[in-house]
Nanobody
Framework: QVDLMESGGGTVQAGGSLKLSCTSS?????LGWFRQAPGKEREFVGI???????TYADSVKGRFTISKDDAKDTMYLQMNNLKPEDTAVYYC???????????????????WGHGTQVTVAS
């Protein structure tokens, strides 16, 4: 059993920044950020593996950065130049059956946080 807790959501103007945090009770596996906008399916945002290698969705590449503090079992999502289309509930998730290669499919991630709302006003 892995427990995940997100924090750091809120409302920001377009062009602004937010930083989300996700604390895991065991962060030794693939960790990822996903988001779900109203009326849409949950989608991949970015992932980080145990070697701190990252992969991002094209829609956020160059604007979002994922990092991880192993000592704190915490993953971060720094979001810059936010756009109204980034508005969504953001979830962190962990895939405990993965090796070093973290894939991006939502269905692979077997532990999820409760989510944190990010709203970008135009």
């Amino acid at each position: 059993q892995v427990d995940l807790m997100e924090s750091g959501g809120g409302t920001v103007q377009a062009g602004g920044s937010l930083k989300l945090s996700c604390t895991s009770s065991d962060s030794r596996y693939c960790l990822g950020w996903f988001r779900q906008a109203p009326g849409k399916e949950r989608e991949f945002v970015g992932i980080i593996n145990i070697d701190h290698n990252t992969t991002y969705a094209d829609s956020v590449k160059g604007r979002f950065t994922i990092s991880k503090d192993d000592a704190k079992d915490t993953m971060y999502l720094q979001m810059n130049n936010l756009k109204p289309e980034d508005t969504a509930v953001y979830y962190c998730a962990e895939w405990t059956q993965a090796g070093r290669q973290c894939l991006t499919s939502v269905d692979l991630y077997n532990y999820w946080g409760h989510g944190t709302q990010v709203t970008v006003a135009s």
